[in-house]
């Protein structure tokens, strides 16, 4: 149930900021937030599967 409630939460802030960032004029196209936001979801659960935590990642 955490994992499902992390999940969510991380996927509305993706699109919150995608929302934020398309109402302003920039250089940013769709296809680029969504695609950061789908690599950035998949390391959130990648880390949420194998249990990847700071000490693991730097090797302490």
């Given amino acids: 149930m955490k ?3 992390i999940t969510q939460a991380a ?5 919150a ?4 960032v398309l109402s302003v004029r ?9 695609g950061f936001g789908s690599i950035l979801m998949l390391l ?3 880390a949420m599967e194998y249990r990847i935590t700071w000490k693991s990642a ?3």
Avoid at 11 to 15: P, R, V, W, Y
Avoid at 26 to 34: E, L
């Fill in 26 to 34: 920039s250089h940013v196209g769709v296809d680029s937030i969504v």
């Fill in 11 to 15: 996927l509305l802030g993706i699109t």
């Fill in 44 to 46: 959130g659960v990648a």
């Fill in 58 to 60: 730097l090797g302490r």
């Fill in 17 to 20: 900021a995608a929302i934020l």
């Fill in 3 to 5: 994992n499902n409630i």
